[in-house]
Every structure is written in C-alpha cells, then in structure tokens.
Nanobody, 126 residues
C-alpha cells in the first residue's frame, strides 16, 4: 500500500508563492507517474502537473505553465509543487497522486492514478 500526506497549503495574496509537499510511504518505487490535481468548488478535478518517470519529463496544464514547477526528492520520497505568481483562479483544493500503471496518453486523467493525498487548501485572495 501507498500513503500520501500533503502539506504546505494556505492563504496567500495574488502574486504570492506557496510550495506544496507530498510525502509518500509504502511501495512507492513502482509508480510510473506522479502528479498534482486541483478541484475548485462546483468544478471537476483537473490536471495541474505531472512527472512521467519512464521518460523523466514533466508536463503542465497551460494555465500554470511558467508559474508552477513540479519536482521530486527521491531520497525522501517527496513530491513538490512550487507555485509562483498565484492568481485567484488558482484557489482550489490541491491533491497529489501516484499512478503505478499510468500511460503517457492518460497522464492528465485523474482516473489513471491509484493513490491520492488528502488534499491541501490553497486560497489566493487579497
């Protein structure tokens, strides 16, 4: 089993920054995809960013490209999401996820991920 624990959410003013962390425990080495998704009130869960370990590349939704950075610390089994230039539209609950069998074509589909964190609230407001 895999457990994911998120931290780092909070309230920030527009233009500010936050870094989310996702600490993984258990059998994490077999996961081929690690990603971040978010869900705003009344909306579906949407893709934010992911790392596809098969080719080592990172992928971003167009709405966050150039502002958010996904990274990992493999020694600590931790996934990060650095968020800069935050906007009110970024307000949501953010979830980290791991997928042991995710394929590249399904990287942006939340149903392709098996393990999920509990969620971290990010609120961007003045």
């Amino acid at each position: 089993q895999v457990q994911l624990v998120e931290s780092g959410g909070g309230l920030v003013q527009p233009g500010g920054s936050l870094r989310l962390s996702c600490a993984a425990s258990g059998r994490t080495f077999s996961n081929v995809a690690a990603g971040w998704f978010r869900q705003a009130p009344g909306k579906e869960r949407e893709f934010v960013a992911a790392i596809f370990r098969t080719n080592g590349r990172t992928y971003y939704d167009d709405s966050v490209k150039g502002r958010f950075t996904i990274s990992t610390d493999n020694a600590k089994n931790t996934l990060f999401l650095q968020m800069n230039s935050l906007q009110s539209e970024d307000t949501a609950v953010y979830y980290c996820a791991l997928g042991p069998r995710t394929v590249l074509s399904g990287l942006r589909n939340p149903t392709q991920y098996q393990y999920w964190g509990q969620g971290a609230q990010v609120t961007v407001s003045s």
